[in-house]
Every structure is written in structure tokens, then in C-alpha cells.
């Protein structure tokens, strides 16, 4: 049996996405501990984040996106973004808005919904237009070895040497 999360990021499964790139799928949980929340997962199929750092990277800058469209497009408190255990055998980071008289916790239940109000949900953060940043990091310079250099000194009419030693940076 196909993962599920694989099958929604290969869109063998329909869901509601509301942002994907080369590397991470964000949906609409369809059961919810808030209003709106949504999953951000890898589109390569991963365990746990540390099998792959680069992945984990791209997803975390996803659901930072995600976060930014939630609160344009919903208005909640704040953002939980949290990496919990899970039943899907598949990484995954929870993205949870947070509303007054709603803190959504792994304990709760999920939230009461229906497909006309998940449809709207996703409708208004697709409609959020937030992309990840270009990057534009240069490469790392190599550092430089640390270099000795001793530094000879013939001190008056005396014939020892003293070596003094130098870092240079």
C-alpha cells in the first residue's frame, strides 16, 4: 500500500495544496485542531527529517511560508509550526494557527468541518501569493590555515636564538 502522504504529493490523492515547490507539498489537514491548519510535507518519501537535511531545510522554509499565508489570509493569534510523532510513517511538520478560543493541541480532538469550509480555507491561503526567497548565498570561503612563522632573533653578543611564533589569521 502506497503511503498516503506520498500518494498527495504525487497527486494520486486528491487534497487541497495550498503552496508546492521542487522539493515539499503544503495541504489543509482534513482534521484540523484549528481553523486552517496544514501539513508541509517532502515530496521525497522520508521517515524522519534527518535522513535527509536539505529536505528538512526546504520543508521548514515551507511551513514558514505557510505561516506567512496563514496569517495574511486567517488572521489567527499566531502560528504553531510543531514536528510530532505521527500514525503516517512519513515526515511531516504541522503548521497550526492559534484563535482565541481555539489552541489547538496534539491531546484535542480535531475541530468540526465540512468540505465547503475547507474548500474556502484553501481557496484564501492559494490566494496569498508568497514564494521562497531566491537564494543568493555565496559559497563559503575556505578558511585559511593557520600559518607559523617563526620569527629569529639574535639578542646582543648572546648566540642562543629565541623563536617566537606568530598565528597569522
Known sequence: MECIF?????????SRIIYEDAFSVAFLDITP?????CLVIPKKHI????????????????ALIVEQKIMKALKPLTVFIALLPSQVPHAHIRVYPVYEK?????????????????DE???KLKSVNIEKPKKNLEEPKPKEEKKEIIVEKKEKEDTS??????EVA
Not at 489547538?104 to 475541530?111: D, G, M, V
Not at 636564538?161 to 606568530?166: G, P, S
Request: aromatic share 8%; hydrophobic share 40%; proline share 4%.
Open 47 to 62: 521517515e524522519d527529517f534527518n535522513q535527509d537535511m536539505e529536505i528538512a531545510k526546504e520543508c521548514f522554509e515551507t
Open 6 to 14: 506520498c500518494a498527495i504529493a504525487n497527486k494520486s490523492l486528491v
Open 161 to 166: 636564538w629565541i623563536k617566537r611564533y606568530f
Open 33 to 37: 485542531r484549528s481553523k486552517g491548519m
Open 102 to 118: 481555539e489552541i489547538p493541541l496534539i491531546e484535542n480532538k480535531p475541530i468540526q468541518t465540512n468540505d465547503a469550509e475547507l
Open 121 to 123: 480555507i484553501a481557496k
